[in-house]
């Protein structure tokens, strides 16, 4: 059995836990596969932050847009204002008018999608 030190966490560990490779000496990475792990998941975050769009899904930002475009985006904004309407209309007296006081047209809801905070 051979083993090796991890140049991030500085334990020493066997060789199966390292990924290869065949740029170094020993064949090996320097780093062991849990720190590899840790190093990949910041660098993900860092990279290509998720956020939360207003249907409720959650995508990565840079395929934000693409998702705007998507039925399923459209469909479940749809399912949302028919049951926001359905919501107002229960909680509304009877002398109110049926107009929505936020707008229900797919362009304004595509608009505020765009505009919702990171």
């Known amino acids: 059995m051979e083993y090796k030190r991890c140049s991030r966490c500085n334990t020493i560990k066997n060789t199966n836990e390292y990924y290869s490779n065949v740029g170094n000496k020993d064949g090996l990475c320097a780093y062991c596969k849990t720190c590899k792990y840790i190093v990949y998941k910041q660098t993900r975050n860092l990279y290509f932050p998720k956020v939360k769009c207003e249907c ?62 990171v």
Request: glycine share 4%; hydrophobic share 30%; proline share 5%.
């Open 56 to 117: 409720g899904k959650t995508v990565f930002k840079c395929y934000l847009q693409k998702h705007l475009l998507t039925k399923l985006h459209s469909s479940r904004i749809e399912s949302y204002i028919k049951f926001k309407r359905e919501k107002d209309q229960a909680s509304r007296p009877t002398g109110q008018s049926n107009e929505l006081a936020w707008p229900v047209g797919r362009e304004a809801l595509r608009d505020a999608a765009i505009a919702c905070p």
